[in-house]
């Protein structure tokens, strides 16, 4: 037994899907400086190692001049390894913003974040991500990470502030059937109201007269379809608006008219320009509201501090 062990050396040769690899000394050595030599070698947070195909490892005497394959089958290992890395995301309002390494760091950011912004306007959120891909793991450093949290905190608490100034404009402005009237037609003296008689009419106003230059853009006063766009009689140039529920509004008397039939229009949007076309005596807007079918004074929900 002695002369067998001064002429040999135990070892184990490595053989995988009936190739053989090489002779190792240490078969739990070996998949250990796998594991440390692929650690080593990346920044990311390593959450699982496994090797697609496992070597059998069969216990040999050899002779002593033998030198071991370590580096090389350490190599052929690496090539059957499949690696699950770890990280963290931290989403502003769901949105993902930032990645980091470790869930001690994503804490960290976002308890300082919190100390430092009105965090019960905001949700901040940390999701645990797993994946094969390194790619997938574009990690930030703290401060850089930091930062740009930060920046998208800000643009989000100004974006809330502004969404509430809008909720509030909008839920002050006037609605006829749940139509809200958010645009006035144009800015200009009132010189006709509604519901006047006049030796130049057949019967009482239907609408509200507005003077205006002639060429004066003519803004459409909610989001609607444009139903007609035609010269109308004693209208003129009449642009009619249909805006849902019952709602229709109708632009009268102008000298152009920039829509036509079938175009979705948004309120504000230019529709016409002012003029005197049709049964007119000077250049101003004819507005008139319509409800199921029958008019209303536009002055109860426009123009109605004039």
Do not use: F
């Not at 805006?243 to 175009?263: F, I, L, S």
Request: glycine share 6%; proline share 2%; charged share 30%.
């Amino acid at each position: 037994m002695a002369i067998i062990l001064i002429k040999y050396k135990p070892m184990y040769k490595v053989i995988m899907s009936g190739e053989e690899l090489g002779y190792v000394e240490n078969k739990q050595a070996l998949e250990q400086s796998l594991k440390e030599e692929i650690t080593e070698n990346t920044s990311k947070t390593i959450q699982d190692i496994d090797l697609n195909k496992h070597p059998e490892y069969e216990l040999k005497l050899v002779s002593r001049i033998e030198y071991t394959d370590e580096k090389k089958v350490l190599q052929e290992l690496k090539d059957e390894v499949t690696i699950t890395y770890k990280y963290y995301e931290i989403a502003v309002q769901d949105t993902v913003v930032e990645k980091v390494n470790t869930s001690e760091e994503a804490e960290e950011l976002v308890n300082q974040i919190k100390k430092e912004n009105d965090s019960q306007k905001i949700n901040l959120n940390i999701v645990e991500k797993y994946t094969q891909n390194e790619e997938e793991v574009d990690t930030s450093e703290l401060e850089v990470a930091k930062l740009n949290i930060n920046e998208t905190v800000q643009t989000t608490l100004e974006e809330i502030e502004q969404q509430k100034e809008e909720d509030e404009r909008l839920n002050s402005l006037p609605s006829i059937n749940d139509i809200k009237l958010a645009v006035t037609p144009i800015q200009g003296k009132i010189t006709s109201r509604y519901g006047v008689s006049s030796n130049i009419r057949r019967s009482t106003h239907t609408g509200l007269d507005i003077s205006a230059p002639t060429g004066t853009d003519i803004k459409v006063v909610a989001d609607g379809t444009i139903i007609s766009a035609v010269y109308s009689g004693a209208y003129g140039n009449l642009v009619k608006v249909s805006h849902g529920n019952g709602v229709e509004t109708w632009y009268a008397h102008t000298n152009k008219m920039c829509v036509k039939k079938g175009d979705t229009v948004k309120a504000g949007d230019v529709i016409a320009t002012v003029g005197s076309t049709g049964n007119s005596t000077g250049p101003h807007l004819h507005l008139e509201i319509i409800v199921d079918g029958k008019t209303v004074n536009p002055q109860n929900y426009l123009y109605c501090k004039d």
